[in-house]
């Protein structure tokens, strides 16, 4: 079992571009987090998904990103137009059930850089 | 006032002291996470707990429900311990956690 799988770990963008950020959640998860980590910051709650829905977005930025969790495939974080302030790590988690239930785990995140 | 405090902010001391981190949160809670992320790391799971006591090797946890409040404790503190730490919990419907701000720990050799 490899774990909550995020990639790229780097991420270099220049400002315009656009970032795709890949979560693959631990195998029998069916429920996926998004969280940034702005620098010096602590860690912030973006999108809750479950399997092709978008359960909870109250955390993200209303411009330039979006989430989904496809029936085949990884989660995936998408930040369109980069600005430097999207700079951050991002780091997936995946449960089986709720935040509350054992086994929630993360990622080792995608530092994203955008110069 | 944030949802969930730690204490302290940074703290610095001796290899094999004894160590305490503070948490203190706000909102009623089913079960609060303690974890753990080294500088340009990633962040590992190091307890979910909802009453009492758990040990993993030199690690404690303990959290009192009806005070609101969980301490993390390290015994026989060693430099690798040194990280940030970080308790988190589930928010109103329990689909997303908010975090303390998390308390940077060094040990000196």
């Known amino acids: 079992n490899a774990g909550v799988m995020q990639n790229p770990r780097h991420l270099v963008r220049r400002r315009g571009q656009e970032a795709r950020l890949r979560c693959s959640p631990m195998?029998?998860?069916?429920?996926v987090y998004w969280y940034r980590q702005l620098p010096e910051e602590g860690l912030k709650f973006m999108v809750y998904?479950?399997?092709?829905?978008?359960?909870?977005e109250s955390g993200m930025p209303k411009e330039r990103f979006s989430a989904e969790f496809p029936k085949e495939g990884p989660s995936i974080l998408r930040i369109q137009q980069v600005v430097r302030g999207d700079s951050a790590a991002y780091f997936c988690?995946?449960?089986?059930?709720?935040?509350?239930?054992?086994?929630?785990?993360f990622g080792s995140g995608t530092r994203l850089t955008v110069v | 006032k944030n949802e969930v405090e730690q204490s302290p902010q940074n703290l610095t001391a001796q290899e094999g002291e004894f160590i305490t981190i503070n948490c203190s949160y706000s909102v009623g809670i089913s079960a609060l996470h303690w974890l753990q992320q080294h500088p340009g790391g990633g962040i590992v799971s190091l307890f979910m707990?909802?009453?009492g006591k758990k040990k993993h090797g030199r690690l404690i946890a303990t959290i009192n429900i009806q005070e609101k409040h969980s301490s993390l404790h390290i015994t026989a503190s060693h430099p690798r311990d040194s990280a940030v730490y970080i308790c988190?919990?589930?928010?109103?419907?329990?689909?997303?956690?908010?975090f303390g701000q998390g308390t940077r720990l060094t040990i000196n050799p």
């Open positions: 988690a995946s449960s089986p059930q709720t935040t509350t239930s054992n086994g929630y785990t």
């Open positions: 988190a919990v589930p928010y109103l419907s329990a689909q997303k956690l908010v």
């Open positions: 195998k029998g998860h069916s429920h």
């Open positions: 707990l909802s009453s």
């Open positions: 998904l479950q399997k092709e829905n978008i359960i909870d």
